[in-house]
Each structure stands twice: as C-alpha cells, then as structure tokens.
C-alpha cells in the first residue's frame, strides 16, 4: 500500500489525536471558556454567562486595578465555603474564583463608610451592585500579592474576608463574555 492510499481509520485517528492536543494547549496555555456560577459580580457579571479567559498576558506583566481575574482561592478562602460543603484543612479549593482586582502591591487599602480607599483615596467605582455596609482595614497589600473584591459587595466572599491573592494564584483576565449573546461585551471593565 503507498502512502497515497493509507487507511482512513489511521487518518482520522491521526486527525482526531492532533485535534485533542491543540484544544488541549490552548486551553492549559492560552485561553479558556469559563462560567459564572454565583452573584458575586453582579451587575458586571450575571450567574450563567459565559466568558473567555486569557493566561498569556500575566506571564509579561501584572495585573492592573479595575481588571477583573481568574485565580485559585487561597486556602483562607475556606471560610466561606457553607458547612454542608465543609472540607478539611489540607484539601485544597478546587473552583476558582472570578473578582475584580482593587488593591495592588504595597498599597493601602480600607473600606469606610461604603467607600473603598486606595493610599487613603476615594476609589471611584461605577461597576459595584451595593456599596459595602462592612468596615475593613486598614491593611497593606503583600508584595506579589493582590487584593480582589467582588462588584455585589454584599454577597461576595472574597479579600475582605480571606486576604489577598497571591499573584502565582491567578490564572488569567476576563477578557470577553461571549454568551449569552444579547450581552455580547468584549471590554468587560
């Protein structure tokens, strides 16, 4: 048999193999499709849409206030987790979480009065559901290190309760909601 007439089976399995392994690299690389599974970043963000997120650009610079991330929870972020979903110590959290990046290295941040203060300036935030109704802080963001809050501050479990996220955490930005398609948005901010 030549080459010209090999076995289609052998092809498609071929075809098949080299299919698996780019969607593979793509997704463990480069680019991913997540969902939205909790109100936490209400209104920015609905319980069900879809997005795509990037891993690339976080590997030539760092995050930026406003931006809004994929990460690994650090494990503090266990007191969140309802009882019924009680998991020990050791065990690793397994979903990661989306927020929206407030605090940068070294920066100072606090929470009064419903407003967040960044070095003892006013943030202003025209993305949040609900002012907080909590106190937080004064606290210095750790180097490499970030600190994330959700946009419906009242229904979120992020740094205010947990701490910051360690830049090794993050897995990458939010960079288009791509369904549902009436709220098609690829700025996400």
Request: aromatic content about 8%; some cysteine.
């Amino acid at each position: 048999m030549n080459k010209e007439q090999q076995n289609p089976w052998i092809e498609g399995g071929k075809t098949l193999a080299l299919s698996l392994v780019l969607a593979l690299g793509i997704r463990s690389f480069i680019a991913e499709a997540r969902y939205i599974p909790s109100e936490s970043m209400l209104p920015t963000l609905e319980i069900n849409d879809r997005l795509i997120i990037e891993k690339v650009s976080y590997h030539f610079k760092t995050p930026k206030r406003g931006e809004i991330i994929v990460f690994t929870p650090p494990n503090t972020a266990k007191q969140c987790t309802p009882q019924r979903f009680a998991i020990d110590d050791n065990t690793p959290i397994k979903d990661a979480y989306i927020k929206r990046v407030i605090g940068l290295p070294g920066e100072e941040i606090r929470i009064e009065n419903g407003v967040v203060f960044v070095n003892n300036q006013a943030l202003s935030e025209n993305y949040i559901n609900n002012e907080p109704d909590y106190n937080f802080g004064p606290v210095v963001v750790p180097e490499s290190e970030y600190l994330v809050l959700g946009d419906n501050r009242m229904a979120s479990c992020d740094s205010h309760i947990w701490g910051s996220v360690p830049q090794e955490n993050i897995i990458g930005r939010a960079v288009v909601r791509f369904w549902p398609l009436n709220r098609l948005d690829a700025t996400l901010k």
